[in-house]
Every structure is written in structure tokens, then in C-alpha cells.
């Protein structure tokens, strides 16, 4: 928290503290869910430009299940 609270100061603008703050709240809450924090942010990244917005609560760390493997073809 020391760290975070010296790298704050440089967050650039108070938006951008706010995202950064947005992004430090899923990560954490995904850690408590027992998830693994970075396959949960890769996963979710992916996919929600194309989930439907009334659905984001799909995507939550305590709601979100993993997207099924892709076969890709050779």
C-alpha cells in the first residue's frame, strides 16, 4: 500500500487515478474470489467488447466462469 500510495501521485489526472483504482479493485476482488487475478483480467478483456452490457454482472470475479477454450485451426 506504501508503494501504491507513492505511484498514485503520478496517476496523470484524477480520471486516470480513478481507472487505475477501478482496475486495483478487480484485481483484489478477484484474489478474494480465489481466482487467479491475471487469467481473470486476460479473460475478461477479451471478452467484453463483445458481451452484452446488460450482462456485464456476468463478468464480475464473485459471477465469472472462465470462456471455453478456442480450437484454433492448424
Do not use: C, Q
Request: net charge positive; glycine share 6%; charged share 25%.
Amino acid at each position: 500500500m506504501a508503494v501504491g500510495r507513492k505511484n498514485y501521485l503520478f496517476a496523470g489526472s484524477e480520471r486516470g487515478a480513478e481507472r487505475a483504482a477501478a482496475f486495483y479493485t478487480l484485481i483484489e476482488s478477484a484474489k478474494l474470489n480465489g481466482l487467479d487475478s491475471e487469467a481473470y483480467l486476460r479473460d475478461v478483456l477479451t471478452r467484453i467488447a463483445d458481451h452484452p452490457a446488460k450482462r456485464l454482472a456476468d463478468l464480475l470475479p464473485w459471477n465469472w466462469t472462465p470462456a471455453p477454450p478456442v480450437a484454433h485451426a492448424a
